[in-house]
């Protein structure tokens, strides 16, 4: 199965904005929308955000996401140092039947 | 608290059958759909296998179809992935992870290997 599109790598400073993005078709990202997930080495994946901009309780307001067509996009505001991870965005292809990720962004805060 | 535990794992040789299980808490696990999903070592995410509440046939990844079979105990809040005629590129850690991704296991890692 064909996975989405994301940049391998994103650097930015500390306290600045980073926007990642994904990359779908009008059978997953364009149609269900994309959620996104954080993994820290070592660690299970957490769900930052669903259903396009929707956060489960205790992310930070410095998570956003949003989409534009088959695009979705992730943005976080004030970048801190925990914020260096692996970042995966995910949808469902209601062709495929199937969940689909990203190759995932690693984020480096430097 | 939601709590999704893995357990099963280990060293198998290749073409050999291994069964993992995932007992879930804190939450109506008989409501939701589940999902497998594999990260092999160094690797990113790949989805496995999904599961309905109830009655529905399973969605498998065209990797591991014929293969694996996904199955569930409501009674006892469990979920099982009994994985038949291993390859060593089945090598990861499986998650169980509820519905629609939003709470994960930490995973138990398969080790297919000669």
């Known amino acids: 199965q064909a996975g989405l599109t994301q940049p391998p790598s994103v650097s930015k400073v500390l306290r600045q904005t980073a926007t990642l993005t994904c990359t779908g078709n009008s059978n997953n990202v364009g149609n269900q929308g994309a959620l996104w997930l954080q993994q820290h080495q070592g660690h299970p994946p957490k769900l930052l955000s669903y259903r396009n901009n929707e956060r489960p309780s205790g992310i930070s307001e410095r998570f956003s996401a949003s989409r534009s067509g088959n695009t979705a996009s992730l943005t976080i505001t004030g970048l801190q140092p925990e914020d260096e991870a692996e970042y995966f965005c995910s949808a469902w292809d209601s062709d495929l039947r199937a969940w689909l990720f990203g190759v995932g962004t690693k984020l480096t805060v430097l | 608290e939601v709590h999704l535990v893995e357990s099963g794992g280990g060293l198998i040789q290749p073409g050999g059958s291994l069964r993992i299980s995932c007992v879930a808490a804190?939450?109506?696990?008989?409501?939701?759909?589940m999902n497998w999903v594999r990260q092999a070592p160094g690797k990113g995410l790949e989805w496995v296998s999904q599961?309905?509440?109830?009655?529905?046939?399973?969605f498998y990844a065209d990797s591991v179809k014929g293969r694996f079979t996904v199955y569930r105990d409501n009674d006892k809040d469990s979920l099982f992935l009994q994985m038949n005629n291993l390859r060593v590129e089945d090598t990861a850690v499986y998650y169980c992870?509820?519905?629609?991704?939003?709470?994960w296991g930490q995973g138990i890692l398969v080790t297919v290997s000669s």
């Open positions: 992870v509820r519905g629609v991704l939003d709470y």
């Open positions: 599961i309905s509440s109830g009655g529905s046939p399973p």
């Open positions: 804190g939450f109506n696990f008989g409501a939701y759909g």
